[in-house]
């Protein structure tokens, strides 16, 4: 059965979530508009892609059309996922939406998610989950059971998946 973000990562209007590799951040916005968090922490290297400008715009564009206000704060971090420039234990979620199968250094950027999460945080992953090539960024996609073995190596697993829509899953996971 096909669930939605918020049905899958279930956040509270106090935790602070940080979405890695979030691109213009669209879609995070859109949830802010939906259901508020503590804090929204943007982070994506490329600054073409991840700009005041663009929030502002996607912003402008949600409040119009739910007819609200997004109350949440939200943050840009211009930054590497391997190198995220957080305390240790400060972030409640971290999203990963259709950008780990971009990234390199999975070694690292897991070591950093491990290091940020709270102890009893969740990380929350969209991929199309085929091991195919995908169309868009021509990397090559997870299946299910490498992205199992990536988090075991710190010691978290599978607490949830089901599918996003008729390509992709969510898949949460937990200490
Ligand atoms: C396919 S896009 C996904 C964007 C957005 N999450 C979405 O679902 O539309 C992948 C994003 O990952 C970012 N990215 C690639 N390598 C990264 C890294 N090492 N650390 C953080 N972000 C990275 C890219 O800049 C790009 O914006």
Same mark, same amino acid.
């Given at each position: 059965m096909e669930k939605s973000l918020f049905e899958v990562a279930g956040w509270s209007e106090e935790d602070c979530i940080l979405s890695l590799g979030c691109g213009a951040a669209w879609w995070e916005i859109k949830q802010m508009a939906e259901n508020a968090a503590?804090? @929204?922490l943007l982070l994506d290297p490329n600054k073409d892609v991840l700009n005041w400008p663009d929030v502002e715009e996607g912003l402008s564009y949600f409040e119009n059309h739910y007819q609200t206000r997004v109350a949440t704060p939200i943050h840009i971090i211009h930054a590497e996922a391997s190198a995220i420039p957080l305390a240790a234990a400060t972030?409640?979620?971290v999203w990963l939406l259709n950008s780990l199968h971009e990234?390199?250094?999975l070694e690292a950027i897991l070591a950093e998610i491990d290091r940020v999460l709270k102890l009893d945080g969740c990380v929350? @992953?969209?991929e199309i989950l085929t091991g195919g090539i995908h169309d868009g960024c021509?990397?090559?996609l997870f299946k299910l059971?490498?992205?199992?073995e990536l988090f075991r190596g710190v010691d978290m697993r599978v607490d949830f998946?089901?599918?996003k829509d008729h390509e992709a899953d969510y898949?949460?996971?937990v200490r």
């Amino acid at each position: 059965m096909e669930k939605s973000l918020f049905e899958v990562a279930g956040w509270s209007e106090e935790d602070c979530i940080l979405s890695l590799g979030c691109g213009a951040a669209w879609w995070e916005i859109k949830q802010m508009a939906e259901n508020a968090a503590g804090e @929204m922490l943007l982070l994506d290297p490329n600054k073409d892609v991840l700009n005041w400008p663009d929030v502002e715009e996607g912003l402008s564009y949600f409040e119009n059309h739910y007819q609200t206000r997004v109350a949440t704060p939200i943050h840009i971090i211009h930054a590497e996922a391997s190198a995220i420039p957080l305390a240790a234990a400060t972030v409640d979620q971290v999203w990963l939406l259709n950008s780990l199968h971009e990234m390199d250094d999975l070694e690292a950027i897991l070591a950093e998610i491990d290091r940020v999460l709270k102890l009893d945080g969740c990380v929350i @992953m969209e991929e199309i989950l085929t091991g195919g090539i995908h169309d868009g960024c021509g990397k090559r996609l997870f299946k299910l059971n490498e992205l199992i073995e990536l988090f075991r190596g710190v010691d978290m697993r599978v607490d949830f998946q089901s599918s996003k829509d008729h390509e992709a899953d969510y898949v949460k996971f937990v200490r």
